[in-house]
């Protein structure tokens, strides 16, 4: 890289949990971090899911380096040991963090449009690598503007990315047509409005994972209160032994006692488990949906339907961008086998860091939920590793880049929406997808979804 471009900025996409991790990172190392979010205030998707509680405790979801960023401003960090909600960690962490790297640091407000080599599509080789990136962006207002950068890290996670109803990938016939009664959040069931939809109303909860669990696991609750509140339970596959987590095994006893509440629900009644159903039509009956399946099965209606089938990354932004990604997982080539999710869980997957995430294209890395792509088991604590990496190697530190700093605890460090005011460890949490929360793992309902 040429001496101009080695003095810009290195552009990290989400001011999230991993995104704001990132840029600490680069500041300890020396070099200039810029933070692109496209909300208006740190940890934006994060709020989103503020009334989900992390199955990660505090001592897991503070990244070193930012803590020590942190220091000097009179920050105290909560107490390890207790469990924040996604509002808790967004204003007792997030934004302190981003106020300490300055707004000069930190742009709000900014959605990235997109990622090239400056003057080179995805087509050109010449002299390729010594040119430096450009951005495009579009501000609140709606005006545009580039800059360029000598790196991009897009921490900008996958929380707007909500997969469809439709068990082929696709959008389900009839589901943009229903949209008013479907949602593809896990409902916060403090919000009047919300409660409203669901009590003493029949809810149709489509998916099988942590965000599943903690939706029925409330709609249960609300059941006890309110009469005539039901779930149908649609799985595309049967129930197991593993359907329901690992319980009193599990290693994380926050999902396992979430498991256990969402079998609790469907063995009281609350909750009817409907299995070996793939969506493939949602009809309207009245103000009521049915939904169909491949083979023309059809479910009693329902007044609302819960979709909680995954997430998925956003590569649009970044098409002129020569990226390696699997196939399948649309996450980095190298680092795909290391969390297929028909083999590893979230206590699985070994910490990782700049080697895994390269692409052909030098000095971009997608880090936080957004590398694993569609893979749901994203920790906070692996997004700290991977962007401490990062910064090690753009560095010129390749031998501290390639040092692994982080030990997993034994009982895994997976992130996720949990049980919403639980505050005991033993009732708390949900798989969400990006960091250690619920639905987005860590990613918001995911220990930061938002930007992880």
């Known amino acids: 890289m ?11 996409i989400g001011a999230g949990p991993v995104g704001l991790a990132a840029a600490a990172h680069l500041l300890d190392r020396g070099l200039e971090p810029l933070v692109l979010e496209s909300g208006p205030s740190a940890g934006t998707a994060v709020r989103e899911w503020g009334h989900v509680r992390l199955f990660s405790p505090w001592a897991e979801v503070v990244d070193p380096a930012a803590e020590k960023l942190l220091s000097p401003t009179g920050w105290s960090a909560p107490d390890g ?75 900008s ?18 589901e943009r047509a229903a949209a008013d009664r479907i949602s593809y959040r896990v409902p916060d069931l403090r919000d009047p409005a919300v409660r409203a939809r669901h009590a003493g109303r029949t809810t149709a909860v489509v998916g ?23 779930a149908v339970w649609v799985l595309r596959r049967g129930i197991g032994d593993g359907t329901f987590g690992g319980g009193e095994a599990d290693q994380l006893p926050a999902r396992g006692a979430l498991g256990l509440a969402a079998k609790a629900a469907v063995d009281r009644g609350h909750a009817e488990a409907v299995t070996g159903f ?30 909680l089938t995954g997430l998925r990354p956003d590569l649009s932004f970044l098409s ?25 869980s979230c206590g699985t997957v070994y910490p990782h860091g700049v080697r895994e995430l390269s692409h052909p294209e030098p000095d971009v890395h997608l880090v936080g939920m957004k590398s694993y792509g569609r893979a749901p088991t994203f920790l906070a604590m692996t997004g700290y590793e991977q962007v401490r990496s ?63």
């Open 320 to 344: 002129e961008l020569r990226l390696g990604l699997d196939e399948r997982l649309q996450a980095p080539t190298a680092l795909a086998p290391l969390i297929d999710p028909n083999v590893h």
């Open 278 to 307: 793939r969506t493939a039509v949602v009809e309207r009956d009245g103000e009521r949906l049915v939904l169909v399946s491949q083979e023309g099965r059809r479910l009693d209606p329902v007044d609302e339907a819960v979709v």
């Open 157 to 174: 996670g996958t929380w707007y990315g909500p997969a469809p109803l439709g068990a082929d990938g696709l959008p389900a016939l009839g």
């Open 81 to 155: 040991a207790s469990y924040p909600t996604g509002a808790d960690w967004a204003e007792r962490y997030l934004q302190p963090l981003a106020d300490a790297l300055g707004p000069q640091r930190v742009r709000y407000g900014t959605t990235v449009t997109g990622v090239s080599r400056l003057g080179r599509d995805r087509v050109v080789d010449a002299d390729r690598e010594h040119q430096p990136f450009t951005v495009h962006l579009r501000g609140a207002d709606g005006t545009e503007q580039r800059l360029t950068a000598r790196a991009v890290l897009d921490a």
């Open 2 to 12: 040429n001496t101009s471009a080695a003095d810009l900025p290195t552009v990290v």
């Open 390 to 452: 990062i910064a090690a190697a753009l560095a010129g530190d390749r031998e501290g880049a390639e040092r692994v700093e982080l030990t997993l605890p034994e009982t895994g460090v997976c992130g996720g929406a949990g049980l919403f005011d639980e505050p005991a460890a033993d009732t708390a949490g949900a798989d969400a997808g990006c960091c250690g929360t619920a639905q987005p793992a860590e990613q918001g309902p995911a220990d930061a979804r938002g930007g992880c």
């Open 208 to 230: 099988s994972g942590a965000s599943a669990f903690t939706a029925l696991a409330q709609l249960a609750a609300l059941a006890e209160e309110v009469p005539d509140t039901r």
